[in-house]
């Protein structure tokens, strides 16, 4: 199947930093990929779908300044949490549209001190 | 909006026991999927369903799709504790590409 990878794994940073995330479709392109947010034993949230060269599509009450999507490849899309807050310490997810479906990366997960 | 809702939440079970997992959804679509989650691990697709009346087979798992009563169902013959994991259903939106994932069951088989 398709390999979508995500880096970092991991990343612990300060109160206000700025952390990026990068998702990587490896052995195929991808025009659309999703970013993903999962809190403790919830389920994922969409938080918005990330469109090769052009602006990415929000959901509802995510506040787009501060989660920066960009999406500069058929391969490479970033989310950049800016100004990080405690908050925002979560596990996120991308994954990159197929053909049939999407395929998820192995997820970031996000600690915010 | 749509909703997307799995009963249970949580499901202890036995070994060897056989238990259905529902996935519940408010609107008109005609592709699901399943997923599987490991604790601090992401997804890994089970089924992808993509028709009503569609049914898949995997080991002691097994899904369907009924788009009519948009309703599909994740059956688990003779469990084992191996299968212990949290199970996604997603419903599949057209006009964007979307998935809209469910409550999610965390099924718990015990020895």
């Known amino acids: 199947g398709a390999v979508v990878s995500q880096h970092p794994s991991r990343v612990i940073c300060k109160s206000g930093t700025s952390v990026k995330i990068e998702c990587r479709s490896l052995?195929?392109?991808?025009?659309?990929m999703f970013w993903y947010r999962q809190f403790p034993k919830q389920s994922l949230m969409l938080m918005a779908t990330?469109?090769?060269?052009?602006?990415?599509?929000?959901e509802q009450g995510v506040e787009k300044d501060k989660f920066l999507i960009n999406h500069a490849s058929l391969t490479l899309s970033t989310l950049t949490v800016t100004s990080a807050h405690p908050e925002d310490s979560s596990f996120y997810i991308c994954?990159?549209?197929?053909?049939?479906?999407?395929?998820f990366g192995p997820g970031t997960r996000l600690t915010v001190t | 909006e749509l909703k997307v809702e799995q009963n249970p939440l949580f499901l202890s079970m036995q070994e060897g026991k056989n238990y259905t997992i529902y996935c519940d959804y408010s609107?008109?679509?005609?592709?699901l999927y399943w997923y599987r989650q490991d604790p601090g691990k992401s997804l890994e697709s089970l089924f992808v369903?993509?028709?009503?009346?569609a049914v898949k087979q995997e080991g002691r798992l097994m899904a369907s799709l009924d788009t009519k009563a948009r309703l599909s169902t994740l059956h688990i013959t003779a469990a084992v504790h191996d299968l212990s994991a949290t199970y996604f259903c997603?419903?599949?939106?057209?006009?964007?590409?979307?998935?809209?994932f469910g409550t999610g069951t965390r099924l718990q088989v015990t020895l």
């Open positions: 369903l993509l028709s009503n009346g």
């Open positions: 609107t008109t679509s005609d592709r």
């Open positions: 052995d195929f392109q991808a025009t659309t």
């Open positions: 990330s469109n090769e060269g052009s602006k990415a599509t929000y």
């Open positions: 994954s990159a549209l197929g053909v049939s479906e999407q395929y």
């Open positions: 997603a419903v599949f939106t057209g006009t964007a590409s979307k998935l809209t």
